[in-house]
């Protein structure tokens, strides 16, 4: 079935330190791509999606780039603030199955 | 303001008595889901509904029940609550189609003891 993989954490910068969190995934067909982000107490929500290949998705200085030759979608930040701290889910639209298939997690915390 | 709400946040429950979590949304969405949120296993779908009266079982819906009576709400039912049934839960709500939006409530953190 389709799977996502996320690369293991918890993961600890800097401030303004350059950010990369790695999720590779598997799937038939051509899925959506999403990065979601949790909050210390609070739900997920949407960072930023991606629904085709080669599509950059972006929002709040975060970027991923769908990448369907190297079945990946990394997140990327280039200079980190204190509040980004948080979780991140890569995840990915499999409308076949009818649910989000969650990568599990990375946690970030970034130290002032 | 579009939200979708849960209720409790908190719950600590023995074992065997049955609970019942609310989720309701104000979006208008055709599908909504259920999941449980276990460290180093990201969020696993329990259970989900297209619309109104149309549930089905997602990857770990054994000791769960829900319904879908009304478009807005989608409750969780644990009838007999068990340790190993320990998580925290979300429910979430999208429109129809790959690439929508996911909502997601706030959580319940469910303890059985």
């Known amino acids: 079935g389709n799977s996502v993989t996320q690369m293991e954490g918890p993961v600890t910068l800097s401030e303004e330190a350059f950010l990369t969190i790695n999720c590779t995934y598997t799937?038939?067909?051509?899925?959506?791509l999403f990065w979601y982000v949790q909050y210390p107490g609070e739900g997920l929500q949407l960072l930023l999606k991606a629904t085709k290949a080669d599509d950059k998705g972006s929002n709040k200085g975060f970027e991923a780039t769908y990448r369907k030759e190297t079945t990946s979608f990394h997140l990327e930040k280039g200079s980190v603030q204190v509040s980004d701290s948080a979780v991140y889910f890569c995840?990915?639209?499999?409308?076949?199955?009818?649910?989000?298939?969650f990568g599990q997690g990375t946690r970030l915390t970034i130290n002032p | 303001e579009a939200q979708v709400t849960q209720n409790p946040r908190y719950l600590i429950t023995v074992t065997g008595k049955k609970l019942t979590v609310t989720c309701s949304q104000n979006m208008n969405h055709e599908y909504m889901s259920w999941y449980r949120q276990d460290p180093g296993l990201g969020l696993r779908q329990i259970y989900y509904?297209?619309?109104?009266?149309?549930?089905d079982k997602g990857d770990v819906p054994e000791g769960y029940k829900v319904s879908r009576k009304e478009k807005r709400n989608f409750p969780l039912i644990l009838e007999s609550p068990s340790p190993n049934q320990t998580s925290l839960y979300f429910c979430?709500?999208?429109?129809?189609?790959?690439?929508?939006?996911?909502?997601f409530g706030q959580g319940t953190r469910l303890t059985v003891v």
């Open positions: 995840a990915l639209s499999d409308w076949g199955a009818q649910k989000l298939v």
């Open positions: 979430a709500s999208s429109l129809l189609g790959q690439g929508t939006e996911a909502f």
């Open positions: 799937a038939t067909g051509y899925p959506s």
């Open positions: 509904s297209m619309n109104v009266e149309v549930t």
